[in-house]
């Protein structure tokens, strides 16, 4: 007799009859994140406890997990089992950063924070981020620094409801990556990102930042990260001065 997921409390259409099983218990094991069952840097319960909870095999739960862990969701932990992935994870925390430096040079960029407050969002912000008219977004300006020589300016908006109690003060204190710090400190986890490049010229504004003439070549890469459910909760605008760096990116 073929398996069939009997996850427990699950609404009956949360796995769909017509998907492959592991697919169906993907999407559970997807649930129970973003319902913060299991937090970032926690482990989750093992195989042979998530297959009979589910009651299907494991090897159709190892299916649903190796996904997981290939999309930066989970963790695996030789000996120790399976956890929720942070954004402190040395190889998860740059992976939306794809500047690197023209001599192979690994080191990280420093911050240098510009200003942090709370505003009416855009319309073309409050549109991409679901949010009502005279809704309040944080905005959030950056320098990224490679030593003293800024590369990266960015504007970021994030969702006010979603962000009540982030300041300047808050922001300046955190030593560890941004990222790390919404899903730790506000319960928000970034788990993909869309982007679109384009060449532009800088204004005198932007020149003056990032230490360039007004007018020099500048790639403007603006980005939507999501969180679960495909819910966007953040868009990100930045400017990159690429006279010593270059945007890389991995084509599968």
Known sequence: MAETATPDAAPADAAPSFSPLYQQIKALLLRSLQAGEWKPGESIPSEHDLAARFRVSQGTVRKAIDELATENLLVRRQGKGTFVA??????IQY???????????????????????????????????????????????????????????????????????????????????MYQMFESEFGVRMIRAEEKLRAVAAGPEEAALLAVPPGAPLLSVERVAYTYGDRAVEVRRGLYETGAHHYRNELA
Request: aromatic share 4%.
């Open 86 to 91: 942070t954004h402190g994870e040395q190889k």
């Open 95 to 177: 992976r939306f950063l794809r500047l690197k430096a023209d001599d192979g040079a690994a080191a990280p960029l420093q911050r240098r924070l510009l200003d942090c407050r709370r505003l009416r969002a855009p319309a073309d912000v409050a549109r991409v981020l679901d949010l009502k008219s005279g809704d309040a977004a944080v905005q959030v300006r950056r320098l990224l620094l490679a030593g003293e020589r800024p590369v990266v300016l960015d504007d970021l908006w994030l969702p006010g409801g979603l962000f009540k109690g982030l300041t300047a003060e808050r922001m300046s204190a955190w030593r560890g990556p």
